[in-house]
């Protein structure tokens, strides 16, 4: 990929008072060829659906939707192609990245199509947002290689103005749970390295870790969201789910960098979680 193509897309956001922009995180899907397919018991097309409709309910005027990886545990054709046409109804712009469990040029195949964009960056008014790969082929951890670091360096050092957002699936810093940190980001140390050069990040934002986290590394916000299927319990050693329901990321960036969000749930848990499983 040429340096070029790195240079974020400057989207037209919805016109509002002061410019706020809003956002949505949905992460960690894990849809499959099969839509009866369960996971711990859980249809993950069926909560998808429900977190879809919890965005055209209660952020249907968002500016745009990030989907930060494990979207299709099967990496299918199918399921990135059902997953395209339900954002499509969404009409709104979508962002996304892959997790350990996509394959990412399957996932650009099927899903970069209209408004649903795989890898892409963006900016809108004075923010931009930084989309990065960090899976690994045939590992569950991930590592950010020297393309995706230059990425990211290229798009901070072309958008001094701008307040950043980084999106990618692993966590770049333990969580307090073992069994999660040993999957986590390889080599944060050249991921913050070229944070730290960059005032102007305001935030990095991750997939991965099924369960709302907020961390703060000097002055840049670090932030983990629910899945829209299984949870997995806070700061347990091993896998352990917990009974949250599925749920997503609300964010609202404003003009000075300031950044409110918070985690919207759905009302109820979905029957049939098996709690007892012992891995995904
Ligand atoms: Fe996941």
């Known amino acids: 990929m040429k340096p070029e193509k790195s240079r974020p897309l400057h989207l037209r956001p919805k016109r509002t008072a002061h410019a706020l922009l809003r956002l949505v995180q949905v992460t960690d899907c894990h849809l499959y060829a099969n839509p009866g397919r369960c996971l711990a018991g859980l249809n993950t097309l069926d909560t998808f659906d429900a977190i879809l409709d919890l965005v055209k309910t209660e952020f249907g005027s968002s500016d745009i939707i990030l989907a930060t990886g494990d979207l299709v545990h099967d990496a299918s054709p199918l399921g990135y192609t059902r997953m395209r046409s339900r954002f499509e109804k969404l009409n709104l712009p979508v962002r996304c990245l892959p997790g350990n469990h996509d394959v990412p040029e399957v996932m650009s195949q099927y899903l970069n199509q209209g408004k649903v964009r795989t890898l892409e960056a963006v900016q809108l008014h004075n923010w931009v947002i930084i989309m990065l790969d960090s899976t690994v082929p045939g590992r569950e951890g991930g590592h950010l290689n020297s393309r995706q670091l230059e990425i990211l360096e290229q ?13 990618l699936h692993h966590h770049p810093l333990p969580i307090g ?104």
Request: hydrophobic share 40%.
């Open 155 to 167: 798009n901070l050092a072309q958008n001094p103005d701008c307040h950043a957002l980084i999106c």
């Open 177 to 280: 749970s073992a069994w999660m940190d040993r999957m986590a980001l390889d080599n944060p140390v050249s991921f913050f390295q070229i944070i730290d050069r960059f005032p102007q990040v305001r935030a990095i934002l991750c997939g991965h870790i099924h369960q709302e986290y907020e961390d703060m590394r000097h002055q840049v916000r670090i932030l983990g969201a629910p899945s829209t299927c299984i949870q997995f319990t806070p700061l347990f050693e091993q896998f352990n789910l917990d009974r949250l329901p599925p749920g997503l990321r609300w964010l609202e960036l404003e003009q000075d960098g300031t950044i409110s969000t918070g985690i919207k749930r759905l009302s109820a848990m979905p029957t049939k979680l098996d709690i007892s499983v012992a891995g995904y």
